[in-house]
Structure formats: C-alpha cells, structure tokens
C-alpha cells in the first residue's frame, strides 16, 4: 500500500504571517496615497495653454479642435489659446 503524504502549502504559522502581513499593507496603504486634504485645500492656480494647429478654424478638423477646447477650458479652467495656421 501506498501512503499518502499530503504537504500543506502554507502552514499555520506562515499562513498567520500572510494574513497579518496583508492586513499591515493594507493599513498602511492611505498614508502614502497622494493627496488628500492638502489637495482640497489648496489655492487654484490660473493658467493659459497655447495650442498651435496645421487646420483652419473653418475645416471639420478645426471645428472639432475649438469644440474640444471648449470643453477643455470648461471642465479644468484652463484658458487655451489655439492658433489656426491652415495648410
């Protein structure tokens, strides 16, 4: 007859460490996350973009680059100044 010989992976000490290990990194986790009130609270600064394009403003590419710099400036602040230089 043949025994069996069953070898557990992780025994119950190292099975202990992991869990502890895991819950300590997961613990610690938000104190390194970037950041948190000091983000909020922070005074906004104002800036400007400067974007040059080879389209002119009256091609479909060009009414699709003022659009979406519409909704740039819209959703962060940031003016944008776009040059048109055609082709």
Same mark, same amino acid.
């Given at each position: 007859? *043949?025994?069996?010989? $069953?070898?557990?992976?992780?025994? /119950?000490?190292?099975?202990?460490?992991?869990?502890? %290990? %895991?819950? %300590?990194? #997961? =613990?610690?986790?938000?104190? #390194? !996350?970037? /950041?948190? =009130?000091? !983000?909020?609270? =922070? *005074?906004?600064?104002?800036? @400007?973009?400067?974007?040059?394009?080879?389209? @002119?403003? =009256?091609?479909?590419q060009g009414?699709?680059?003022?659009? !979406?710099?519409e909704a #740039?400036?819209? !959703?962060?602040?940031?003016?944008?100044?776009?040059? #048109? @230089?055609? $082709?």
């Amino acid at each position: 007859m *043949k025994s069996k010989l $069953r070898v557990s992976i992780l025994g /119950g000490k190292m099975k202990k460490s992991i869990i502890a %290990l %895991l819950v %300590l990194v #997961f =613990a610690l986790t938000p104190m #390194f !996350a970037q /950041g948190g =009130a000091e !983000a909020t609270t =922070a *005074k906004k600064e104002t800036a @400007n973009l400067v974007y040059w394009t080879m389209w @002119n403003e =009256a091609e479909p590419q060009g009414t699709v680059i003022a659009e !979406a710099v519409e909704a #740039f400036t819209k !959703a962060t602040g940031i003016k944008v100044d776009v040059q #048109f @230089n055609g $082709r």
